[in-house]
Structure formats: structure tokens, C-alpha cells
């Protein structure tokens, strides 16, 4: 142990009770941090790389016990009485969190909920904390601070929140901040400035961090030292440049490996045209009533696109941006105006009329773990469409077609006799995406179909998704946020804000030569966190 | 949010009339009068007083008529106590029930706040199992059950207490209808609060609120309960106003002279007043205690506003 190793940790383990028996979370693990570096745990979910940070902040669930050593300064912290420990959480060691909308108390102006580690830690009154706090939210960027101090957090964004969460974790001058995924629940642009804000913040203050993510882009971009996780183990540990250059446990080669590679040729010229939307606006009342005049959200902003057999569009732009929206008005699963042609003709409005269509038009969700009904077989969920599409067919073909689509996406027939629950989240998409084929549809939109998995677990579907559209001929419409993803799937982009347009083009000259400001932006965002390059 | 109270006020006199309207043809509907006795009335007699109380009236005149009166505020005579109007016999009652509905709703929020409290905070100990298991009997047991037993023992056995009648000035008749109001409430009250605060112990902002070295009172007091008073907040709107009209069993058990009795006596008389005048005073108080509920609720959220 060399002398500014502010933080040591060795044979940490994290052990849940539970109605099954203890479950170990982290086996044993070894850690160290010298004074001022960026150390990144890195690790997919279930690898204990949180439950590590919790042990040592004394934040573990009740069921959860932790032995081992963690040692502050060479002062053992593990296990330390509430009375103890408060006098180092908060003041030397603080943390941010992953989720910056729940993180904050709703119900107390942030004035107040900064000043409260000043009071406790430093013995400020709240009169003497204010001209603190509002050198702190200047700090962390929250432009016009002496009005935010008095806002509620639901009054703010949440890259804003997080930048007070921010401003709360530095309030007593840390030597180690834990920023536990603190941007995995924000748009990529504010991703990037909250991990400028951050890096910026580091060289001038000067603290240690413990970055625990499971974005490899991230680690690459800032970390000095990287231990990557697996199954409540440390299976690699070293310098960032080591990790990344030279990986050395098979594990860290395939996260690395994990990212989506590889790129869609564009249809042949000829290819019909199956899906056309002409000028859709969308358009959502925002309330009103009988004495007040309504109000309007427009969604979607006049859009012309057109979905060609054995096409993939992706659309790509922030929350809010209306891509999601423009999804499902293609598919008339939402009011629109304007023309949406099947074909060449235009399709119904109705419930009813739009059944016979339905079939060759389907939509896989974002979350795997709350489209699948929990009361329903694997079986019934993917055969529920042939009932209403195909009520002629009898029940032993509808049980084959079931295997026929378990096997397609890469699962075992014999597991349509059980429950969703029993599923991982990326087997759980598959079996959306059987749900979705075993309908032999022509158009999917796939609506963030990959955001809620694992990375591995991401190239697993997109590969799959390549596969079924060479196979079939499929024409996606491809809805995310992961740039990444979308480069490897899709042949034309379309970039949204505020529900219009703002450039579209071929996948390569989109992300290679962008035309727009918004769009370099977004890609700078995502992309440019390349520092290390694997060596292959 | 003054303006938000007056709209409420005013959307309230809708609702008042629709209920005062379907009670009064309700009541019609039901069979009998005010004045069938066991032993008929002469013709002459119940023709007589049918006239005095104008119920011989067609029944939409004595409707509008009922109105118009209820307008200027008087509820009308009562047609079995014939000594009295209803006004006089709420003005007799009502400040009884209101006297001890508040004792009872001030303990109740009290001890059900501290009982669940604590319930929650030592969660799934033998203390928490107690509390959880106390509030259970109280929820479950009827109060012509506790009522009869605590007059028993207070009242008979120990003689601490006086085992019913009422007086004004002497605290020492309140205690026992105070309890037995209060008990199934604390109750109540205990288990909502208790749910809620182990809810707000797992958010995620007293999760931060831990993070940042706050000592356990803060985290406790300021970042939990106020978030888990926000469930008894909304069920305390409506048991206020059950509570402060009065209630039946108390009344009769303990013999005190409050409303709730006026309720069942009024249906059984076919005291069509009498009826009416209990409806209106408990539709008005629900719309008021309701009003006030929502507006606590805007003051300790302030995601809530009303404009």
C-alpha cells in the first residue's frame, strides 16, 4: 500500500438474506484508491459493483451484512455504529446517484437540502450556508442560482438535479466522491456535460472517484484505473490503458467486444415501398377545460418518411424529441394527421379497420420486463396474435408455431411452458421479438428495443435482429437513444428534436460528415469518448 | 389559492343540492309517516297536524318549500320532538359532538402517528408485531363492544370514572366516549402511517439523505415522515367529518347528548326534518373537511398546487 491510497478495501463480501438463503453479492473483493485518481468499477448488472460502494457507505438494505476491511485513511470504516460512520459519509466520502430524479426530497426547496451537509458536518447555520450553497450551484453550472436555490426539485430537470446532487457531494470538500451510474438515466448530451462537469471539477478540486458504470465509453474516456466486475468478483483490475489495450481475462475482452460493430448496407435500389407517412403531425391535448382555453402539445411536427422492404431507418434524438410517437402514428396506434400509406393505399383510422393490417405491422417495446404479461405463459403470450390473426388455426399448429419462434430467436421450445419472470431481461426482448414474428409481419418498429440490457446482451439482439431481417426480408423502423446501436443497425438516419427533422441521410454520412450543429452534438456526446483503442 | 377555495366553496352548493334532493324524495319513498302510531291517530287529529306540518301539500311544493327554507337557513321543525326545531336541537348537539369528536381526532391522529412511527422504524420486531397486531383488535372490534367494556370497568368496577351521562364543565365524562371514538381511529391511523414511513424509509431520497452523514433524527423526522403524512392526511378529511357529527353507539351506550343518535332516530320516526337536517350538517361538513384536506395536502407537497 503505497502512501496516498486514501481508500483501501480487502475481502469485502456482501451477503443477502433471503427467503432462498444467503446470497452472496460480492465475493471477496479487493480494492484500492490513490488520492486524486478515477478509479472505474465496471461491470454488467448483478455484478456487485454497486453493492461494493453501499457496504462501505453503510447503505446496504437491512437484510444485507457486510465483513471484510475498508479502510478511510487507514482507519477501518466497514461496520462503523450510524453515529461513527456520519462523521466521515457526507463530509469526506459522498456519493451520487443513478437515479437524479428520486434522489432528491420533493418535498424541501434544494436551498434547504444543500444546506443540510453544511449544518451537520461543518456546523454552518442556514444563514451562514447560503452564500456556500450559492458558490456551489454556480460551481456545478445551474445557471441563475440565487432563483434556483429556492426551487423545488420537480421544478428541475434532471441533468439539473443531478448537477445539485453534484454541488451537494462537494458542499464539504470530499477526498472521495462515488458517482454511482450517474448519467445511465439522462439524455447523451446531458450525459456529457454532467461527465464534463465532473472531469472539470476533479482536476480543479483535486478529490478521488469511483466511478461505477457500466458504460465502457465512459471508463475509457476518464478513468485512471479500471476493475471490471463479474458475479460479485474482481476478474481484472490495472490502469486504464492496460484494461483497454490489453485485456487479459476473457470476460473483459467480450465487453469490450460487446459493442455493436459492424453496419447495414442499404436496400437495393429497387426495393417497393411499403410504408409511406406523408406530412404526420401529431398532436396531444394538454388539458384545458370548461372555463380554460386548451392547450396543445405538437409531438410530432409534419414528418415525411418512407420504409422501404428490407430497410432499416433509425431515429435518433433526446427524450421529448417525439420519435416514439412518430413510431406509433406510422402504425396508427396513435391519432395523426396526415397521410400513412401501406403499400401505396392509405390506412384506416379505425380499431377495426386497421386489424386486417395489424399483423404485417408490429412494435417491439423498450421494457422487456413490463411488456409480458406475468400471468401468461411464454406459449400464450407469442400465440396471443394468432388467435385474433389466424382464428382458424388449431391449437397444435398454434403450439408448433410457438417452438417454430422460440427457435428463430434463439431460445428452446420447450420454454413456452413457462413465465416470463423466470426470464432474463434479453431473453425476455427475444420472446417479445418471437411475439412479434411468429405474426410474419414485413414492418417492426422497434422502439429502444436494446436500452434496458446489458451491453453483451445488446449485441446478442442486434445480431439477432440482422439476422431475422436478411432472413425475411424485414423492414425496421428503429427507435433509440444508443448511437452505437443504431450505426450498427440501421442504412438511413433520421435525427429528431422537438418533433421535426433536423438532418437525415445514409448511416455514414450522417454520424461521419453530420451537417447540423444538433447533430455533432449528439454524436460528440456519444461517440468521442474513444480514448483507448483495443488492440486487435 | 384563494381562488381555488372559493371555487371549491362554490362548486360545493351543486353537491349539497343534489344530496339534499335524492334524501328528500328517498325518505318519501319509505313507507309510513311521522305520525303512525302504534295506535292510529283520529282522522280528524292526523289531517290536522298533516296540514300544520304542510304535508298534505303536493310533495314538489313541500320540496321547493323545504328549499327555500334551507336557503335562509332553517332547517324546519321536527315532526317528533314537537317542542323543538331541528335547528335548536343541533345547536344543543352539535357543539357535544364536535367536543368530543375533536378530543377523539386529536388523540387518534396523535397516537396513531407516534404507534405507527414506531411501528415502522422497528420494523418486524416484537414491538412493530405488537403495535401491528393492537391496531388489528382495534380495527376489528366493534364500539358497542369497547364501549360497554370500558363503561364496565372504568365506570363499575374501578369507579374512576363516570360509567356514562354527560355534563359540560367536568372533563372526567369525556374521557371514556373520547376512547371509544378514538381507539379503532389510532387504529386505523397506526397502520397507514406505519405503511407509509417504512415506504418513505426505502426512497430514495432518504437513501441520500443517509449518504450525506444526517444525523438519524433528521433523516427520520424531516425526510421521512413528512412524506409518509401524506396518506393520513387524505384519510383523515373524511373520519374528522364522521367524527364530529357524532356517532349512534357512543351517544346511546355512555347516554350523551350529541347528533349521531338524531340520524337513526330521525329514519325510524320518519322525522322527515329531522332526516334532512342531519344529511345537510354531514354533507357539509365532509365538503369542508375534504377542502381542507386537499389544501394540507398543496401546503406539505408542494408538487400539488391548485390554481
Redesign the interface.
Known sequence: MSDNTILSVRDLRVTFQTNDGPVEAVKGVNLDLKSGETLAIVGESGSGKSQTTMAL???LA?NGKATGSVKYRDREVLNLS?RE???????KI??I?Q?PM???????RIGDQLA??LR??AGMSRRQARPRILELLRLVGIPDPERRIDS?P?EMSGGQRQRV?IA?ALANDPDILIADEPTTALDVTIQAQILELLADLQKRLGMAIVFITHDLGIVRRFADHVAVMRRGEVVEDGTAEAVFTAPKHPYTRMLLDAEPEGQKLPPAPDAPELLRGDKVHVTFPLGGGFLKKPTYLQAVKGISVNLREGQTIGVVGESGSGKSTLGRALLRLTESEGRVAWLGTELPHGIDEMRPFRHQLQLVFQDPFGSLSPRMTVGQIITEGLLIHEPSMSRAERNTRAGEALEEVGLDASMRNRYPHEFSGGQRQRIAIARTMILRPRVIVLDEPTSALDRSVQKQIVTLLRDLQLKYKLSYFFISHDLSVVRALADHIIVMKSGEIVEEGPTEQVFDAPREDYTRRLMEAALSTERFRPAS | MLGYTLRRMASAVPTIFIIVTLTFFAIRIAPGGPFDLERPLDPLILANLQRAYNLDAPLWQQYLMYLGNLIQGDLGPSFTRRDFSVNELFAQGLPVSILLGGLALLAATIFGIILGAIAALKQNSWLDNLIVAIATLGITTPNFVIAPLLSLFFGVILGVLPAGGWSNANPAYWILPVITLALPQVAVIARLVRGATVEALRANHVRTARAYGLPARVVVGVHALRAAMLPTVSYLGPTAAALLTGSVVVETVFGLPGVGRYFVQGALGRDYTLVMGTVVVIAVFVVIFNLLVDLAYAWLDPRVRYD
Open positions: 457507505m453503510g447503505l437491512a450510524e460512520l456520519n462523521k466521515i459519509r457526507g463530509k459522498t456519493m446517484f437515479e428520486t434522489s432528491l426530497d420533493p418535498l424541501y443540510e451537509p451537520y458536518h423545488y420537480h446532487m451537494m
